[in-house]
Nanobody, 115 residues
Framework: QVQFVESGGGLVQFGGSLRLSCAASGSIFSTYRIAWYRQAPGKQRELVASFTRTGSTDYKDSVKDRFTISRDNARKTVYLQMNSLKPEDTATYYC?????????WGQGTLVTVSS
């Protein structure tokens, strides 16, 4: 059973923008805060954007001020707006619970940033 469906990735030039979408199952969305992770080839999966317990947002330092996480409760969807993209942002992006991914990972959506 699919828990998360990520979409919106693609090939973008340096400095470009993309908005990723994560459609989560209703039970997960209503119980946990959903976050964005990414994994580059040969590297560990890392947390890049999440919601805090105080209602704010938190980001990996390297994406702060460039990425914005948001959610639409009615659509049970979490978004990641990515601006000023850099080649080092190239990775497969996933959504899951935070700070640990409690559920099975989806297929992710590939973001490739050309230099």
């Amino acid at each position: 059973q699919v828990q998360f469906v990520e979409s919106g990735g693609g090939l973008v030039q340096f400095g470009g923008s993309l908005r990723l979408s994560c459609a989560a199952s209703g039970s997960i969305f209503s119980t946990y805060r959903i976050a964005w992770y990414r994994q580059a080839p040969g590297k560990q999966r890392e947390l890049v954007a999440s919601f805090t317990r105080t209602g704010s947002t938190d980001y990996k330092d390297s994406v702060k001020d460039r990425f914005t996480i948001s959610r639409d409760n009615a659509r049970k969807t979490v978004y990641l707006q990515m601006n000023s993209l850099k080649p080092e942002d190239t990775a497969t992006y996933y959504c899951n619970t935070a700070p640990l991914g409690f559920y099975a990972w989806g297929q992710g959506t590939l973001v490739t940033v050309s230099s």
